[in-house]
């Protein structure tokens, strides 16, 4: 049974938990255009239908089909997503993932506390983004370079807390240099 109300709900109550780190990350500006494809029918439409509440539906999607065309649809139009950073290497002949721009890694970072915090609600703990992404399988699939930084940025969210973890990112404009 399709949710369209609820998914319209958790969408935009997402995105404004998005939008608020975004300005207290320093890209402001950005946040305030994060996730608009998520309005659009190819994504709304199979977010309504596949809708839980406890997860995203695309995951329901793609247990369905084998793939989520909502999620293929929204990874190549949101350039916070790793999964939209890769590119042809030309030595190799394959498609590999190259280094996120930092402010996209922001959007990243404040993409994911934003989705652990909707997702988690009562429960959610600052230690919960850095323990997903630990278990999960994304930094294999990202630039060695961008997962270090999301991965060092989500720790010290997990051990000083928000307040800590948003003054060190706004402070960040480049990749630190590697010694």
Not at 16 to 39: E, N
Not at 64 to 87: I, P, T
Not at 143 to 157: R, S
């Amino acid at each position: 049974m399709a949710h369209p109300f609820l998914h319209f709900y958790t969408i935009t109550r997402h995105r404004h938990k998005v939008m608020a780190h975004c300005f207290r990350a320093g890209i402001g500006w950005q946040g305030l255009f994060h996730d608009l494809s998520k309005y659009t029918p190819t994504e709304f439409f199979p977010g309504a239908k596949y809708y839980q509440g406890t997860r995203s539906p695309n995951e329901r999607e793609r247990e369905l089909y084998g793939y989520s065309l909502a999620w293929m649809h929204h990874k190549g139009r949101n350039r916070h997503h790793f999964e939209y950073w890769n590119d042809l290497n030309t030595q190799t002949k394959l498609y590999e993932p190259v280094p996120m721009p930092v402010r996209f890694v922001k959007e990243m970072f404040c993409d994911r506390v934003a989705a652990s915090k909707i997702y988690q609600g009562k429960n959610y703990t600052d230690a919960h983004p850095l323990a997903y992404f630990q278990k999960g399988s994304a930094r294999k699939k990202m630039h060695p370079d961008t997962a270090d930084l999301l991965e060092e940025w989500l720790t010290i969210l997990a051990k000083q807390g928000e307040k800590a973890a948003f003054a060190h990112i706004k402070r960040v404009k480049e990749y630190p240099k590697k010694s």
